[in-house]
């Protein structure tokens, strides 16, 4: 075999080269066994065979006898009369005992490996009984994704479980028992919790969940966390506290602040009525004030946050990592809120070994923070480092993970601004994906703003549109002043009509808030937007708009806002040049454009028509 292989003088046929595909089927059932079957049925019926000739054999001959379409698709399985007599007199029955055993259990999963057939089976050669099957083309099949993992044809799934369940309904819950603790001791969640059920043990099924030392939110899985929860008794759930803060976790990561609030207050009310040690209790109210404070930073509110991080900073080994892994992101956003960025890196640091502990999404966070600090300082080298490296290891938890999405928007929105579209527009389609689930304002103007920012400038003016109405209806549903006015401002910006009651309120004079840095951000767009709609009226409009302008860019301290003071400068310049000011347009021009030059940032020239 092996010298007629090297010679190629051997054509191997494995069970992917024997399974009919849709247009074989269709030449079998239609064209040798004169039927006339609809495209969609023959593809229902090769997807139920698996492409099983012999199956879309005994098919063709029920439909010849009168049989109806529709009900044999739904009968077509190994628990059908025919397929079992077929299967059990050629198959099954001609095995010997051990091994026709062995597939009778290994089937009870719907995916299995050696190490599971071997628990299943209470044997230790598992994989080579699989092996041995798969060989002796009993209808088992590798995974596409991994090659450790099989499955049976579906069909033959079918017919095993119908002859599992003669031995009674005790063996088959027992099998179920031990795959729910093989799963769970081997970090499958999903699926131990799937068997616990099916067990008839939900009390066991929430302890899984409850206990769960992968957290699944860490890994950046909280919809998994959530769909996991749904399958569990809701009169078991609610009397969970621990079980009530990770759902918690999932929601507000999510950014669904209205589930996450109700789980808050469920937590509350199991944690009264649980007998736990007053230390355990102050453990997990530790823990719940935290996500309190990270649900505040997502609503654009940092004044409660250190009052509510206080307890976990102050004894950051006594609790799980996630918690102070979490504080020292969260109170690392409420000083970038705050505009104390170099107090960022010491809160980052502090929770890094924490982090470390933790799953990836930490990590994810932290970098995302760092990134953020240093945009704003103007340091766009150690910027676009710290965004990438965020974006890389998210996308080793999955390319199309949630934890990968929240980077690419902030990596997409510094790509943009130092001219690289081509790359920015396809991260940001990718976390568009995202919509409303994840992240505080920063993350989500990336995602709305800078999204519709490039699609106009790849001259989709449709889509530019469509990303700033879903950005608005996200303000207005989530309650976010600072994302509405990102909102309008880039409508203003794109040209895009605001509704005249709007623009008013926005043209009216403002004082700016000192004392409170989402505020001040918040009314510094709104006086940017003010400014832009004077800049398009009459010749007084633009004077006022100049003056405003000029005050605008006055009052922003350059050294503890770099980012900031250069935006409003560039905007001064705009309004110099829409007056006829070109001497002193090109003058103020000058230094900003040699700076935007050195840091890279050729796109914020651009946009403002002054490159």
Known sequence: MGRLRIGDELAEIDSAALRFDTDEAAALLNDAGGLRLPRADVQALTTSTDGWA????????????????????????????????????????????????????????????????????????????????EHRGLFLQRTEDDPNWFRF??????????????GGSHRVAELHRRAS??????????????????????ARAVDLVEQDETNLPEQSKMTTLLAIVQKLPTSMVVSRARLQLAIAWA?????????????????????????????????????????RAVAEVFADRVERVDDLLAEAMSRPDTLPPRVPGTAGNTAALAAICRFEFAEVYPLLDWAAPYQEMMGPFGTVYAQCLRGMAARNRLDIVAALQNFRTAFEVGTAVGAHSHAARLAGSLLAELLYETGDLAGAGRLMDESYLLGSEGGAVD????????????????????????????????????????????????????????????????????????????????????????VRLLSAGDSADRDQACQRAGALAAAIDGTRRPLAALQAQILHIETLAATGRESDARNELAPVATKCAELGLSRLLVDAGLA
């Open 153 to 166: 044809h579906q069909m033959f799934a079918d017919f095993l479980h119908r002859r599992l369940e003669r």
């Open 443 to 530: 993350y989500l103007a990336a995602r709305y703003v800078i999204g519709a920012r490039v699609k106009a400038a790849q001259g989709d003016h449709e889509g530019a549109a469509d990303r700033l109405s879903t950005g608005g209806d996200t303000a207005v549903q989530l309650g976010l002043p600072r994302l509405a006015a990102r909102i309008n401002n880039e409508r203003i910006r794109l040209g895009i009509a605001l509704p005249a009651a709007v623009a008013a309120d926005l043209l009216a004079p403002r004082t700016i808030p000192r004392d409170n840095g989402i505020a001040t951000m918040t009314a510094e767009l709104d006086e940017d937007s003010a």
């Open 251 to 291: 929601n507000i990561l999510l950014q669904r602040p209205a589930p996450a609030t109700g789980a808050l207050n469920r937590f509350e009310t199991a944690l009264g009525r649980a007998e736990l040690p007053e230390a355990t209790q102050a453990d997990l109210r530790a823990e719940a004030d935290v996500l």
């Open 181 to 202: 603790a093989w799963f769970a001791e081997n970090g499958y969640l999903h699926e131990a919790v799937d068997h616990a059920l099916a067990a008839g043990d939900p």
């Open 54 to 133: 012999a199956a879309l054999r005994l098919a063709a001959l029920s439909l010849r006898g009168g049989g109806d379409a529709t009900q044999l698709l739904r009968g077509l399985s190994g628990a059908s009369d025919v397929i079992h007599e077929f299967l059990s007199e050629n198959v099954l029955d001609t095995l010997e005992p051990e091994l026709r055993e062995f597939l009778l259990v290994a089937s009870v999963t719907e995916r299995t490996c050696g190490g599971l057939a071997s628990a299943l089976a209470g044997i230790t050669n598992g994989r080579a009984m699989l092996e041995e099957a």
